[in-house]
């Protein structure tokens, strides 16, 4: 039996090890180990059990001499010992013995330059179904003479740590050495977990190679190439607006910016299923086929059909699917430097701006920022919005302090001249708490397609004195109105008050998380009126 040199980690004598089947091969091999079914568009439908999202208190990276003054260290990213993880790897091996193990040998990078191999070993067929389809997928003369991997994943849900005795918060562990190149993931069946490890792992690398990791989608336009980037936080309008039918889709969540331009980490899609309906998500909802990844949707066990309105056993049902799955994908994901960044956020207190346009130093305020806000949830006594603070948009998967990536940013807006703009996607006209609803779709479409075309090059702009930036007064196919957030609402003074509150929670914030941030950058935040 071919090993393909698993026995060089501890896995000795496994049942049967299988390298890179195909999505067909892997279905199969789930469904024979009862790991799922397939729903009526031959999508594999599977359920994750305890974990239906990540776990960020069991997340943890090694506290090695050549990292530890690299790393933020804090509450997300949390320290474990080289003992404690090579006792727990040891210990996942040995569990391993006797089990059938799959292996997928792939890529993260589209730009060859830059591109990392990931070997990825899993328990469950379903789980290596989906990082194959996730990763970028080598050819077959690329997988004859692949070599070895620059980083390897072992996965096993199966396996449960022991708190007491391998130092971790629970029976899941998902543990990074970056000097080991070794990742664990124990306990928990959320294929998600597999994916951020591989991001979280370009996120510290890709910097020592001059690429800014950026968690955010990006799109280009087929005949220029002109390449556009979004950031946002779950529900902000990241994939939605970044699937745009005139614009090649470059990838839906994880990219870097290097001197060449924008380039996708994965090969794949990792998209929310809750409320999917055709009319809203077209894109998603025809890739839900064979060779795709349903996690913890409910279907009917006799017509195979989802109920993708149907939370109950997550509000975070997900599915996994390769990028040409998308008609308009950009194969492979490379764009050029990007002309504009766009921040999303959607902002429950309905006071931001619907589109502002941000200078340098404001871009990377809001960059290291990441606001967005969510709405007050069922328990008894909240009744507003609460902000949600993100470093970067994607605080769990940061290792290093926010600067380096914000400094980055910052150099690489000063070289190329891009433009920034923060979008709105959220309440206009009051807050969500008064029942206001959220600016319509079909607008933002609009000020994004203006911000991407050069359309506010010449229209007037009027600066918002509570949040520090500036706003158009008018947009292609957007009335003037809806440019305008105070004007928006009827009582003028609510507005200043909520305004100001939120100013002053970004104030405090910022303050807390970054007190050596320079000044020039702090300046450019939000000022409240006393």
Not at 39 to 48: E, I, M, N, P, R
Not at 53 to 77: L, M, Q, T, Y
Not at 80 to 106: H, P, T, W
Not at 435 to 463: C, I, P, Q, W
Request: with cysteine.
């Amino acid at each position: 039996m071919n090993t393909y040199g698993i026995e060089k980690l501890g896995i000795i004598a496994p049942k049967a090890v299988y390298r890179n089947l195909t999505p067909a091969q892997l279905t199969e091999a789930a469904l024979r180990r009862g790991e799922g079914t397939l729903s009526k568009t031959g999508a594999l439908v599977v359920t994750t059990g305890k974990y239906t999202g990540r776990s960020p208190k069991d997340k943890f990276i090694v506290d090695s001499e050549g990292v530890h003054n690299e790393i933020a260290w804090g509450k997300v990213n949390r320290p474990i010992s080289r003992e404690k993880f090579n006792a727990i790897k040891e210990k996942m091996c040995a569990y391993l013995q006797g089990r059938e193990v799959f292996i997928f040998d792939g890529f993260a990078g589209a730009d060859k330059t830059y591109t990392k191999k990931f070997r990825v070993i899993n328990e469950l067929a379903s789980q290596n179904m989906f990082i194959h389809q996730l990763l970028i997928r080598p050819t077959a003369e690329e997988l004859a003479n692949y070599g070895e991997a620059d980083y390897t994943i072992i996965c096993a849900p199966g396996f449960k740590c022991v708190p007491e005795i391998d130092g971790t918060n629970s029976e899941a562990c998902i543990a990074i050495d970056y000097e080991a190149h070794m990742i664990i993931i124990a306990g928990s069946q959320y294929s998600g977990e597999i994916k951020k490890s591989v991001f979280s792992t370009m996120n510290y690398v890709m910097t020592k190679a001059n690429v800014l990791p950026m968690h955010c989608s990006a799109n280009m336009d087929p005949e220029t190439h002109e390449t556009a980037v979004f950031f946002g936080l779950s529900g902000t309008g990241k994939t939605t607006l970044s699937a745009d039918p005139a614009r090649k889709l470059i990838g839906d969540d994880e990219h870097g910016w290097s001197p060449d331009g924008v380039f996708n980490f994965e090969g794949g899609c990792y998209a929310k299923c809750i409320d999917l309906s055709p009319e809203k998500e077209p894109d998603i909802y025809n890739a839900i086929k064979f060779g795709a990844l349903l996690e913890n949707v409910v279907m009917d066990p006799e017509t195979k059909e989802i109920d993708f309105c149907d939370g109950s056993l997550t509000e975070n049902t997900r599915v996994g699917y390769p990028v040409d799955y998308i008609n308009n994908s950009q194969i492979p994901g490379v764009g050029g430097i990007p002309k504009v960044v766009i921040f999303l956020t959607a902002d429950a207190f309905g006071v931001l701006p619907p589109i502002s346009r941000l200078d340098k130093n404001a871009a990377m305020y809001h960059f290291v920022t990441g606001f967005t806000s969510k709405l007050a949830g069922t328990e008894r006594g909240i009744t507003e919005p609460q902000p949600t603070f993100s470093t970067l948009f994607g605080e769990p998967f940061m290792p290093m302090d926010p600067s380096v990536y914000a400094e980055m940013l910052g150099a690489k807006l000063d070289k190329y001249g891009t433009k920034v703009y923060l979008v709105n996607t959220g309440w206009a006209g009051g807050s969500a708490a008064d029942g206001a609803k959220r600016m319509k779709l079909a607008y933002t479409r609009a000020m994004v397609t203006a911000a991407l075309n050069g359309s506010f090059d010449s229209v007037e702009f009027k600066h918002h004195d509570v949040f520090n930036v500036d706003y158009p007064v008018s947009c292609p196919n957007v009335p003037d109105e809806k440019l305008d957030a105070r004007g928006m609402w009827a009582d003028k003074a609510a507005y200043d008050a909520q305004a100001n509150k939120l100013a002053q929670m970004f104030v405090e914030n910022f303050a807390s998380k970054y007190p050596n941030m320079p000044k020039e950058i702090v300046n450019a935040g939000p000022k409240p009126i006393k």
